[in-house]
């Protein structure tokens, strides 16, 4: 089974904070990976996806990604009451794979 | 703007009572696809169409159906739904080819009573 494992949470950081969230995938053949924000009772939205080791940025927001560790994370600086959401980590194994998703609240 | 549209947004059904959930897109992307995503979990791919090429997953009951009559419009149909299959459905499109990045509907959410 291709598993992606993401910490629940929540994670609570205080506004301005940088959010930090990880996220592990069990197939070493993966490609490509994504960050998904979902509001609650909303659908997944895309925030970034990165292809290659290295960091890749975009605003506010960092993904990080470690083949070798197969490891995969996502930074919001500046954290925002309205970055408070869950964040997905999906990873493309053939079939895109999604983790559970870990809860973030940022506290004004 | 291109996007994806489900309908309806809310569902009620009555336990065993057929229902057909919609997604429509104008990205004009060759796939699409059904998850089921229950409170809590992450989302479960159903099934996916590349075209016209079905894929069911191995695991997705065969309550559940799909049909996908032109590029633009996909099809979940349960056919008898029980209790457990009151979820979030969402529908989601890609490219294909080397673009894989999935964009995702608004999502049916259905209850089943």
């Known amino acids: 089974q291709k598993e992606v494992e993401q910490n629940s949470g929540p994670l609570s950081v205080p506004e301005g904070a940088i959010a930090s969230l990880n996220c592990t995938y069990s197939?070493?053949?993966?490609?490509?990976f994504f960050w998904y924000r979902q509001y609650s009772g909303k659908s997944p939205e895309l925030i970034m996806f990165?292809?290659?080791?290295g960091d890749k940025e975009d605003g506010r927001f960092t993904a990080q990604l470690n083949k070798a560790s197969q490891y995969v994370s996502l930074l919001i600086r500046d954290s925002q009451p309205s970055d408070s959401a869950t964040y997905l980590c999906a990873v493309m194994s053939g079939d895109m794979r999604f983790g559970a998703g870990t809860r973030l609240t940022v506290k004004p | 703007d291109a996007m994806v549209i489900q309908n309806p947004r809310y569902q009620v059904t009555q336990f065993g009572k057929p229902v057909t959930l919609s997604c429509s897109q104008t990205?004009?992307?060759?796939?699409m696809y059904w998850y089921q995503q229950k409170s809590s979990q992450a989302p479960k791919l159903l099934f996916h169409y590349y075209d016209k090429d079905f894929n069911n997953e191995a695991d997705t009951p065969d309550n559940f159906q799909s049909r996908r009559p032109n590029t633009s419009f996909c099809f979940l149909d349960i056919r008898s739904p029980g209790l457990g299959d009151a979820a979030m459905y969402l529908c989601a499109t890609s490219p294909g080819g080397d673009g894989d990045t999935q964009y995702f509907g608004p999502g049916t959410r259905l209850t089943v009573l």
């Open positions: 990165i292809y290659s080791n």
């Open positions: 990205l004009n992307h060759n796939v």
């Open positions: 197939d070493r053949g993966s490609q490509s």
